[in-house]
């Protein structure tokens, strides 16, 4: 359950640059999925902002394709400390619902429109006894996500008319939860918690009546279950600037030029493979992509002009023990460039390799310090 698209600024400053109208989305580009148990917070999830094969700018994502375009993963909430309530012999309602950012509404929890589908599953497992679980003491310390915000609009006056230049702003959100009880199996008493500490951070400036973009963002958190004794910590670091020209005319292109830097660092343990037996212990992975493209169109082109240019390097480097991969390898690393559409250089290795970080693009003052 993870979508996201990045270039979204609150939805009070849409009509920033009224002389480009829909040029700027609302809804903020803060996103928390939710999952209730009968309409209380269980667990939360701050999603990996997912660049989609038309992300950004279509002349990139081929041949490849942006980090989890095709593979949505999944995010685990350890519910287990929900069981004594969930195991005594009434109905039980689990939903998710998607909230935004929005300083208008109650709390700052806003909504998001169209385009996001989730959906979930829960995972069961029985008593190995055939003993019927039971449990009490649910506590849940679920304190109000802490947002700031600091928005700046500039703009000039000529002749008596003001015009806005750029919006600049900078999103801040935190919040930590934590779920607790006791259980019984035939197992005997155990405590166990599910807990989670998230934080988000980012930070846009638009200019040239929003055709000019940066964006710097920062989503990172842990996470422990009842299950592992290991905390999961990840963070996804993206930076992109884009500079859009809009042809005046049907006879010349318009054109986009985009910068991306962008990384998912994660060690963690995955919850579901680990009791399914098909992954033991943790897992460190760390992915960036860093690309670059200049891309062109008008009314009959729509992709493919001889002026187009572009390139991504993508760094992987993974380790981790699968029961179901090649005997015993835990580690694996790719490092490869692609200029144009053609690869210059793949590099595969049965070993791990030093990943550089996602570095600041020109344009974004103020990185992110979550
Ligand atoms: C400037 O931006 C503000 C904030 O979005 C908006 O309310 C205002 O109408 C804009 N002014 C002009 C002249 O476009
Ligand atoms: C579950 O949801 C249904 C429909 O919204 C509602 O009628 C019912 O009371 C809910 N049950 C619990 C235990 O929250
Ligand atoms: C300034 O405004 C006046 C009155 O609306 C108009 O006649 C004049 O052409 C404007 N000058 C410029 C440079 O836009
Ligand atoms: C599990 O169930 C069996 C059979 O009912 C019972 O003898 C045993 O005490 C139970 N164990 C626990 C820990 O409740
Ligand atoms: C917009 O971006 C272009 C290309 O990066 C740059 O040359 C230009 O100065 C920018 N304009 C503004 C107003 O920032
Ligand atoms: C679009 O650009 C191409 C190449 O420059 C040109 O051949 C074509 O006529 C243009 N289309 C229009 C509607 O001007
Ligand atoms: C926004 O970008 C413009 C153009 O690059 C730059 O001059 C300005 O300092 C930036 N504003 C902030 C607050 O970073």
């Known amino acids: ?3 996201q698209i990045c270039i979204l600024g609150p939805t009070e400053y849409v009509n920033t640059f009224p002389e480009n109208p829909g040029w700027l989305y609302g809804y903020s580009p803060f996103r928390e999925i939710q999952v209730l148990i009968d309409g209380k917070l269980a667990g939360v999830s701050w999603p990996f902002p997912l660049l989609f094969t038309g992300g950004v700018d279509p002349g990139l994502w081929r041949p490849i394709v942006g980090i989890d375009a095709f593979d949505l993963p999944s995010f685990d909430v350890d519910v287990t400390p929900w069981l004594p309530l969930l195991c005594d012999g ?80 900078k999103l801040t959100a935190h919040r930590s939860l934590s779920i607790s009880s006791t259980i019984v199996t035939s197992a005997g008493p155990k405590i166990v918690a599910w807990s989670q500490s998230l934080s988000f951070q980012n930070i846009q400036n638009m200019t040239d009546l929003g055709l000019n973009q940066s964006l710097s963002q920062l989503t990172a958190g842990s996470y422990s279950d009842s299950f592992s004794g290991i905390e999961t910590t990840y963070s996804y670091p993206i930076n992109l600037y884009s500079s859009y020209i809009i042809a005046p005319s049907l006879a010349t292109l318009s054109s986009v030029f985009a910068l991306i830097d962008r990384s ?107």
């Open 1 to 3: 359950m993870c979508i």
């Open 90 to 169: 009434k109905l039980h309602n689990f939903s998710l619902k998607v909230v935004s950012f929005d300083t208008s509404a109650s709390g700052n929890i806003g909504s998001v429109g169209e385009n996001w589908w989730v959906t979930g599953a829960v995972f069961i497992w029985l008593d190995e006894h055939g003993n019927q679980t039971r449990g009490s003491a649910i506590e849940s310390k679920i304190p109000s996500t802490v947002f700031s915000f600091y928005p700046q609009v500039s703009s000039v006056t000529s002749n008596g008319t003001s015009t806005n230049t750029s919006l600049y702003f």
């Open 264 to 370: 998912l660092i994660t060690k963690r343990v995955d919850i579901i493979s680990s009791l399914s037996g098909t992954k033991m212990g943790s897992q460190s992975l760390a992915t960036r992509q860093s690309a670059e493209s200049r891309y062109y169109w008008n009314e009959t082109i729509v992709e493919g002009t001889a002026a187009d240019t572009g390139e991504t390097e993508q760094w992987f480097s993974n380790s981790g023990h699968s029961s179901l991969g090649k005997d015993g390898m835990t580690e694996f690393s790719r490092h490869l460039k692609e200029v144009d559409g053609a690869i210059v250089f793949d590099h595969e290795a049965w070993s791990m390799i030093q990943v550089p970080s996602t570095s600041p693009l020109p344009y974004v003052e103020g990185e992110p310090t979550v």
